[in-house]
Every structure is written in structure tokens, then in C-alpha cells.
């Protein structure tokens, strides 16, 4: 959607005048003025995905407020976002807890994970005795899927399964023909795990896998 | 050689001469051939009766048809004979000889009659039959007349005469207008005013268009727009053409459940012979619109049933759902304009057309105009589908058409809209369906599927089924869809297995907001409603069995305890040969006693324990007595 350089819209995100493009979404116009929003599953080479929810933002129109993924909602003269209040704290907080137990590394959060979970307050070991999930280290967020598939071009990763049992899994046949020359989602995976459990060579989690319930 | 139709004059002389072709005095036998009655054996029925008339030789004075749906599924295999409409029930192959004897000679086979459960009475005609008397089958009711096989059947009936009126009697905007002066609200669950919907299509951007039947129904329990698209297809094709027509779009998909082969077959012989009559194709009856529909079937995904994931699936993707904030009417298929409806707002749009607006809004509430069919089942006496007019309260659709509770028992609940919708105690029977009404009681309309529930359902189990339903349903892609739901299923299974902490309510209310605050999609958001609207007005119930380890309706396995009591026990024996785990204890004329080690709740004893001893009891939240001391003999009283 960038370099459309549609009509000026003019709108307010935090009280602020926030100038964007035709065509832009509220997670784009509020990054180029400097305005944080939280995301786990967006990356600007990707087209918007909105899995992750961690992007909500209050959007008011008309006088009705509403909840919306910031990174899929366009910008729209008039708009008045809030990307703070104690409905989006409370959403990113259950979100971060919720997503916990299948996303830790030996117990804990890495990275960007870790860094929100303080910020929102998130209690991360809340569901974990609940659920007593194997942790898979993934978060789901369709980052290598889309990667792979709208950047590279090469679809050797892909989801499988459906529900809660929605797995990211290697295709063998693909993967091994073109991941050792790429890497490309060794570095877009926000938990680290591709590159801690594949080398472009070796998949630990393949289609295969997950067909024989090892997944 | 099917009779090309290329004008409103042609169509209307095809019509009169298919009527001159046929014996009007000759009486015609239908067999449902329904799926319903095709489980019971209908094809069978249909083959008995056809070599029947032929071993008769009344081939000249009976007609024979199989038709679709007529609704009364539990009563199938239904066969009516016209004109009269005598309606047998529960026929099988067995009963053709006499069943066609007697059509010939035009009297009753009483034994094959409907019976009232109420009165006893023996009733002839399927219009006086209860179940049928109270609904008001405007949309369904040509499914008995019309072998979905022959358009011929349709066109008798005035079928694609709306469509000759709109495209050769109305402009576009002239069509567009009486939808949205008619307040037609989308069938298929969130009741979207159709004409709101057609009239951003129609406004949007681009040259090219589409229009798409939604036939994913899924919601468990539900299949009216299954019977619709099996019985009479063309109904739902000539809405579809005519909503195309008003939009601006000159192609349309039909996306069909991968479980509903029957309304494959049917829809794609109903586009040939369309295509045949020169209702589908270009220059439609002399228009000059044209308009082509593909099919597409499913893969059996529950979720493919939203409208952006249904898109995507028609698009070869992955039938998954995507952010919607530009409206698949403005940006669906391919980032075209799609407009979307289920079946039976489609099968609804060649009545509006042909009576007008104010004919349909005669009908209905002030928010829901017309009628919407319900599948009525779970413990019901009349289960099947219903047609009703909007505005009937649920206490006469449950009593009046559906017969009230099987076996006399107290009504508990019933369940609307599905995994979508919500659970509705007694208090809110007098409630009148409409999509607002509804809405304002926690649940919804959904598709129209009604389950509903007697004395002996645990709702915190019915909403841990349907949880458990969305578990495996959902795509999985946001993560309070998908980690909502895996919490929520593991805190109501801990309820209903006696590990439920008082805490448990504030989290799943907590869970609850954030799933309908920031879920992807409509699945989501509305995916805890079931435990919502159970814990609104059943709450005693979650408190029992957190509180006191006690399931109510003596349902949940964990906190319930088969149990003989020896007063009553007989030592008939029945329970005891039937008990598969060998758990109950006794001999001929020895008063029995569960083994509660070896039992496994399976409840097999409290089953087959006759009615007249009522022996074998269901305890919950108390401990079970002691048994009895071994060896105790059974103390028969002796009558007079």
C-alpha cells in the first residue's frame, strides 16, 4: 500500500495531527510520525495479516468507537484513534498471556515478547499449569508463511491444521530445494525458533510431522 | 428439445403449455425425496410405488413425483397424494400396493395417517396436521409441489416470472429499491439488510461484479438451507439472477458444503436446464443481460461459511477469514465488488419481486420483515423445519408446532444461532423471533437452527460442546479466537469434571470481552456467546458445580453416580446382563448394587431399568448410599 501517493487525509492518533496517504493504514500513517503501536505479525514487505490483535486501537467515527486492527484499518479523514485506554491495555495483556504458554522458551519470553509483557503488565505463566501445552515456541503469526510465500515466492513453509491445532510446518520437497539459499524467515521469526530448529538444511518441524501427530 | 424462452411472452406460453400438458384430474403421488426421507429409505419408497402402478396398470390415471424436502423430517418417508394433499407418514417400500390401490380408488390407508400425540386423532390432510397448520410456508412451501429435477415443475408454478418482471418491467435501481423498501435482513445469521449490502455493490468501483450464494451451512443442528437448495433450486437461482441484475453483475458462484452431495446434484442439473430454457446465459429472456454461475463445493470447513474466508475459498486459497474493514461488497473475489447472501435470502428475493414490498412487510415485525425457517429439533416431540412469520414467539413455535418436550418433560432451554448464538431459559419464551428481539436476550438468529433442551441437559456441558465445536472449527489464525477458545474449553471441562475454582466466572468473562472486542472475525467474536448467555441465565448451575461438585441435570460424568435402590429394584436382572463393565452385583431374586469402582457412568442401567420399577437413580453433589447388606432378597408385594 506504501508509495500510493493518493490524497492527503488528515486525522488524530493520541490527541495528535497525524498526516497520512490515501491507501496508508493507521499502523503505517502512526509509524511515520513517529507514533509507537505494538505488532507482532505485521512486517512492512507483507501485506496486512491482522492475526496477532496486539495492533488494536480504539477507532472513533461518527461518535461510535470501536475496536480495530491498526495494521488493517485504513486511515480515514476525521478518524480519532487512541493506540492507549484500558480496553486496548486489557485486550494486548490477555492477548500476551493468552499466547504465553505455546510461545515460551524454557519458561520465559524472549525479545520484543518479553518487552511487551512488562509493559502490559501480562502475567505470562497465568494459563501455563491450565493448559499444560507443549510449548512449540511460535506465536503464529504467519510472519515466515507470508514471507515465504509474497516476498520469496517459494511457499516451502506453510500452515497446516486448523483451530487449535494450527501448526507452521516445512514442505520438504520445497524447502529442501530452496531454504538453504534464502534464510529469509530465519530472520523475520519474532520467537527465534526457525532459526534455533531448521539450518537450511535440516527441518525439525516438517508437514510430515505434523501428518504423523509429532507436531 | 427444451423450449428456448427469449421473452416475457414466450415464457408465459411455456408455462400455460406445460399446464395444458398435463391431466389435472389425475391424482399425483409424491415421495419426499428429501435427504431426511432419503435416510429412511425414500428411493426405495419411490421405486415401490413406480412398479406398483406400473403391476396396477394405472400408469394413465396416477402421476408419480418425487419432490423435495416437505420438513417433517422424523415422520419420513412422507408421501402425499395431490390434490387433496392426504399425507402418509413413516411409509415404507412395504406399503406401496395399498398405498396405490387406494389412490386409485381415491380412498384412505388410515393405518399410514399422521396420528396427534395430543388428541389421538387420526389426521388426513397434511395442511390440518399441527406442525404444519401454524407455519406460514411462503419460501418453503413449493419444496412438496416440485421435483427439483425439472424446471418444468417450476415454471408451472410462475417460476422465473419474478425475473421476467424485473428485467424486462424494472430498471436496476427499480429492483434495488423494492428490496430495500422490503428491510429483506440477510437469512444467514447477522441479518445485514440485503438491500443495504447490494446497493454498495452496485456503488462500488469496477466493471466487473459478482454475486454468491453462501450453502455452507454448518451450524450443528441446522439444515434449511440445505432442503432449500436439494428441493427447489431454482428458486434460490432466479433470487441470485435477479439480485445480479440489480447490482451489475454478469457472474456468480454458488458455494456448496463438501457434505451436501444431493444439493450439488440438484443445483447443477437446475444451471443446466436454466441454461437450456435461456434463463441463464446471454440476452436473457431478450434483456440483454446475461449471467453465468459456477459451483463451487466446499472442502468441509465450518468457517468457510464467513463471507471473506468463503471468498478466499472461491479464489483456490485456504478458506480463511481476513480483515473486513473494506467490505467484501466493495473488495471480495479477486478485489471485486461481492455481494454475498445465503440461501434462503436469496429464495426469498423472486417473492418480493413478484408480490412487492408491501406484501412482504405485511408479514413479520417491525424490524424483521417476512418469515425465516427454523429447524426445529433436539427434545421436541415435531422435530424438523418450520417456516413461521417473524414476530411468533418461541413458546409457539416450541408447543404449538413442535408439540411441546418428549415425554412430558420440563423444558429447559433453547438454543439459537448455533455456535454463534445463545441458550434461552423458560423466561424468555414469550419472546417473539425477530433478529433484534433476539439479540437483546445474548443470543441470535444464526441461520435458524433451534435445539432445544430439556431437564435432563447440563448447560455448562451444552457450552463446553459448543467451545469444544469452535475449537476445532475456527481457522486459528488471530489468537483470541484460537487461545479464547483453548482456555475457555479447558476451564469449562475443569467445571464439568468437579475442578472448577470460584475464580473460573471472572475469567471466562474476562476471556469473553477480549475475544468479542478483538477477534479477526464474526466466529470469534461472537464464539463465547454460548458460555455468556449460559451464565447469564443459568448461573446457579455453573455455581452448583463449582460449589457443591454437583451437576444439576445429572449429567456431567465425573459428578454423578448411578445408584439401585433396593426398595425399588426388582432383581429382574435387565440391568445387571446389560451393564457392560460388569459393575452391577446380584443374582436372580438378590437385590442389586453398583460396583461404584467398576462403574463407568455409562448409564446403560438407568436406560433399560423399566419405566414401571425406576430402580436405578442418578445422584449428584451427595454421597451414594451404602449397598445393601449381600445377599438381601428382593420383598415382593403381593397385590390386593
Known amino acids: ?215 | 428439445m427444451p423450449t428456448m424462452v427469449s421473452s416475457l411472452e414466450e415464457l408465459e406460453s411455456l408455462r400455460k403449455d406445460i399446464l395444458s400438458r398435463r391431466d389435472h384430474t389425475r391424482p399425483i403421488i409424491t415421495v419426499c425425496a428429501g435427504t431426511g426421507c432419503q435416510t429412511y429409505g425414500a428411493a426405495d419408497v419411490y421405486q415401490a410405488i413406480v412398479g406398483e402402478v406400473k403391476a396396477q396398470r394405472l400408469e394413465t390415471k396416477l402421476e408419480i413425483k418425487a419432490t423435495g424436502c416437505h420438513g417433517f423430517c422424523e415422520k419420513g418417508v412422507v408421501v402425499v397424494i395431490h390434490p387433496e394433499e392426504i399425507c402418509y407418514v413413516k411409509v415404507t417400500a412395504a406399503d406401496a400396493p395399498e398405498l396405490v390401490g387406494a389412490a386409485a380408488r381415491k380412498i384412505l390407508v388410515e393405518r399410514l395417517l399422521y396420528v396427534d400425540p395430543v388428541t389421538g386423532q387420526k389426521i388426513a390432510r397434511e395442511p390440518d396436521i399441527p406442525f404444519y397448520k401454524n407455519q406460514t410456508r411462503i419460501v418453503f412451501g413449493n419444496n412438496k409441489r416440485i421435483d427439483p429435477k425439472n424446471i418444468e415443475d417450476y415454471v408451472a408454478l410462475g417460476g422465473y416470472g419474478a425475473l421476467g418482471k424485473a428485467l424486462r418491467r424494472m430498471s436496476p435501481e427499480q429492483v434495488l429499491a423494492e428490496v430495500k423498501k422490503a428491510d429483506l435482513r440477510g437469512r444467514g445469521g447477522g441479518g445485514f439488510p440485503a438491500g443495504k449490502k447490494w446497493e454498495e455493490t452496485r456503488n462500488a468501483p469496477g466493471d466487473i461484479k459478482y454475486v454468491i450464494v453462501n450453502c455452507d451451512e454448518g451450524d450443528p443442528g441446522a439444515y434449511m438451507d440445505r432442503s432449500l437448495m436439494e428441493g427447489n433450486p431454482h428458486a434460490v437461482l432466479e433470487g441470485l439472477l435477479i439480485g445480479a441484475y440489480a447490482v451489475g453483475a454478469r457472474e456468480g458462484f454458488v458455494y456448496v458444503r463438501q457434505e451436501y452431495p444431493l444439493a450439488c446434484e440438484n443445483l447443477n442439473v437446475a444451471i443446466r436446464q436454466a441454461h437450456e430454457h435461456g434463463f441463464l446465459g446471454e440476452n436473457i429472456l431478450g434483456s440483454g443481460f446475461g449471467f453465468t454461475v459456477k459451483v463451487h463445493r466446499g472442502a468441509g470447513a465450518f468457517v468457510s461459511g464467513e463471507s471473506s474466508a468463503l471468498m478466499s475459498a472461491i479464489e483456490g486459497k485456504v478458506g480463511e477469514p481476513r480483515m473486513k474493514y473494506v467490505h467484501t461488497a466493495v473488495s471480495g473475489i479477486k478485489g471485486r465488488p461481492s455481494n454475498l447472501n445465503n440461501v434462503e435470502t436469496w429464495a426469498t428475493v423472486p417473492l418480493i419481486i413478484d408480490k412487492g414490498a408491501d406484501w412482504f412487510c405485511s408479514i413479520g415485525t417491525e424490524g424483521s420483515k417476512g418469515t425465516k425457517i427454523f429447524s426445529l429439533v433436539g427434545k421436541v416431540n415435531n422435530t424438523g423445519l418450520v417456516e413461521i412469520p417473524m414476530g411468533m414467539t418461541l413458546r409457539e413455535i416450541i408447543y404449538g408446532i413442535g408439540g411441546g418436550i418428549i415425554k412430558g418433560k420440563r423444558f429447559k432451554g433453547v438454543q439459537t444461532g448455533g455456535p454463534s448464538g445463545g441458550i434461552l431459559p423458560e423466561q424468555c419464551l414469550d419472546t417473539p423471533v425477530g433478529f433484534d428481539e433476539l439479540a437483546k436476550l445474548g443470543s441470535m438468529m444464526g441461520s435458524g437452527g433451534m435445539v432445544v433442551m430439556d431437564e435432563d441437559t447440563c448447560m455448562v456441558d451444552v457450552a463446553r460442546y459448543f467451545v469444544n465445536f469452535l475449537c476445532e472449527e475456527s481457522c486459528g489464525k488471530c489468537i483470541p479466537c484460537r487461545e479464547g477458545l483453548r482456555v475457555l474449553r479447558q476451564i469449562l471441562t475443569d467445571i464439568c469434571e468437579g475442578r472448577g475454582k470460584p475464580e473460573d466466572i471472572d475469567v471466562i468473562r474476562e476471556i469473553a470481552e477480549v475475544m468479542a472486542d478483538a477477534s479477526l472475525c464474526a466466529l470469534g467474536t461472537t464464539a463465547a456467546n454460548p458460555v455468556l448467555t449460559t451464565l447469564r441465565y443459568f448461573g446457579e448451575e455453573y455455581e452448583a458445580h463449582i460449589r457443591d461438585k454437583r451437576c444439576p441435570a445429572r449429567f456431567c460424568k465425573s459428578l454423578t453416580s448411578y445408584y439401585i435402590d433396593p426398595e425399588k429394584c426388582t432383581a429382574c436382572l435387565i440391568c445387571l446382563r446389560n451393564c457392560p463393565a460388569s459393575a452391577v452385583v446380584g443374582d436372580k431374586g438378590i437385590v442389586h448394587w453398583i460396583d461404584q469402582e467398576k462403574c463407568t457412568k455409562c448409564g446403560v442401567c438407568f436406560e433399560v431399568c423399566p419405566d414401571r420399577f425406576g430402580a436405578v437413580v442418578r445422584i449428584s453433589g451427595e454421597p451414594v448410599p451404602p449397598p445393601p447388606m449381600p445377599g438381601t432378597r428382593v420383598v415382593r408385594k403381593h397385590e390386593g
Open chain 1, 1 to 215: 500500500m506504501k508509495g500510493d501517493m493518493g490524497d492527503a487525509i488528515t486525522f488524530k492518533i493520541d490527541g495528535r495531527e497525524v498526516n497520512a496517504r490515501q491507501g496508508m493504514t493507521i499502523l503505517e500513517a502512526a509509524g511515520e510520525a513517529g507514533i509507537e503501536i505494538p505488532a507482532l505479525c505485521h512486517h512492512r514487505k507483507t501485506r496486512p495479516y491482522g492475526a496477532c490483535r496486539i495492533c488494536s486501537v480504539e477507532a472513533e467515527k461518527d461518535g461510535k468507537v470501536k475496536v480495530v486492527a491498526s495494521c488493517g484499518y485504513p486511515a480515514e479523514p476525521g478518524l480519532v484513534i487512541r493506540t492507549r485506554s484500558p480496553r486496548i491495555d486489557r485486550i494486548r495483556r490477555a492477548v500476551l498471556e493468552l499466547v504465553a504458554p505455546q510461545a515460551m522458551l524454557d519458561g520465559d519470553f524472549g525479545g520484543d515478547l518479553k518487552k511487551l509483557a512488562d509493559e502490559y503488565g501480562a502475567d505470562i505463566h497465568r494459563f501455563e499449569a491450565q493448559l499444560q501445552v507443549k510449548s512449540r515456541r511460535c506465536i503464529l503469526c504467519g510472519l515466515c508463511v507470508r514471507y515465504c510465500d509474497e516476498v520469496v515466492g517459494a511457499h516451502a513453509i506453510g500452515f497446516v491444521g486448523r483451530g487449535i491445532d494450527r501448526r507452521v510446518a516445512f514442505f520438504p520437497e520445497k524447502a529442501s530445494k530452496v531454504c538453504a539459499n534464502c534464510l529469509g524467515c530465519f530472520k523475520i521469526c519474532p520467537t527465534g525458533k526457525i532459526g534455533a530448529e531448521a539450518d537450511g538444511t535440516y527441518f525439525g518441524f516438517t508437514v510430515d510431522d505434523f501428518l504423523a501427530g509429532r507436531l
